[in-house]
């Protein structure tokens, strides 16, 4: 546990410049942030509220990306002869591309949850056909943050970080077969790896719309309310929340681990410098 550990804080100090310039430009997205909101009427800063939490779904695999491609290109040899196991060598990187995705979202968190400032500058806002009382939303908006939706704003960061770990894991599994295949194929790896993502995506589109899959996934559907806003406070009622089936779930967390111990599999046998 004790060396693992210590491969994690040396994940985590090679993702510090990647993590210091993300936090950059969330700062600089947060003032521009605060400007918009008193700026204008218009809602925009919730706009741009809602595209920086949702960015953090590809932040991950970025973070990852970046760290496991520069480990190959700088310190290949003396990472693959270090005596832990692939899978702690690659759940180090993936635990720190984690944290950093935490921290971020905690980070963001300061002022997309105060993104209803720009409503205080008008009586009514319509967004989408929908008229929104402004007085009243302002006034319900620390009842709302601070009961249902900061609640829930962890449940979608949660939410977020699942997402993100799913595509990481696929990243991390074509980028150690593509490396594995490199004895192999000495040219046109990249075309390999651009050919199997299509591949891979065309034969996920076949299964999702099979009959079998419905029936394998279908089941144990839950929700996750988000918030809801009562005629009072918009010109029709607003009910927002998320659905989820378990059986897609645990399906998810299977593949998830079948590409983990494949890619960590093939990092201990068929990699070499």
Do not use: E, H, P, R
């Given at each position: 546990m004790k060396a693992w550990l210590m491969l994690l804080n040396k994940e985590v100090r090679m993702n510090k410049n990647f993590i210091f310039w993300g936090l950059v430009l969330l700062l600089g997205a947060g003032l521009l942030n605060i400007y918009m909101s008193y700026q204008s009427t218009e809602p925009i800063s919730i706009v741009i509220a809602v595209l920086v939490t949702f960015i953090h779904v590809f932040y991950l695999p970025l973070i990852f990306l970046n760290s496991i491609n520069k480990e190959w290109k700088h310190t290949a040899q003396i990472w693959l002869h270090l005596p832990q196991p692939?899978?702690?060598?690659?759940?180090?990187?993936?635990?720190?591309?984690?944290?950093?995705?935490?921290?971020?979202?905690?980070?963001?968190?300061?002022?997309?949850?105060?993104?209803?400032?720009?409503?205080s500058n008008a009586q009514s806002l319509t967004i989408d056909g929908i008229t929104f009382n402004g007085k009243l939303l302002l006034d319900s908006?620390?009842?709302?943050?601070?009961?249902?939706?900061?609640?829930?704003?962890?449940?979608?960061?949660?939410?977020?970080?699942?997402?993100?770990?799913?595509?990481?894991?696929?990243?991390?599994?074509?980028?150690?077969?593509?490396?594995?295949?490199k004895r192999y194929i000495k040219k046109g790896l990249w075309l390999l790896g651009v050919i199997f993502l299509v591949v891979i995506s065309k034969a996920a589109a076949f299964i999702k719309f099979s009959s079998w899959y419905e029936t394998l996934t279908q089941w144990g559907s839950f929700n996750i309310p988000l918030f809801s806003m009562s005629s009072e406070m918009t010109s029709k009622m607003m009910d927002l929340s998320c659905s989820?089936?378990?059986?897609?779930?645990?399906?998810?967390?299977?593949?998830?681990?079948?590409?983990?111990?494949?890619?960590?599999w093939l990092l201990d046998h068929r990699i070499e410098v």
């Open positions: 692939g899978w702690q060598l690659l759940s180090a990187k993936l635990v720190a591309a984690i944290i950093a995705v935490i921290f971020s979202y905690c980070f963001t968190s300061l002022f997309v949850l105060g993104a209803g400032l720009d409503i908006i620390g009842t709302l943050y601070w009961g249902g939706i900061y609640g829930n704003w962890i449940l979608l960061g949660i939410a977020i970080v699942a997402i993100s770990i799913y595509w990481t894991v696929w990243l991390m599994f074509i980028f150690i077969m593509l490396i594995a295949l989820f089936q378990t059986g897609k779930v645990l399906l998810l967390a299977f593949i998830i681990a079948i590409l983990f111990f494949i890619s960590s």
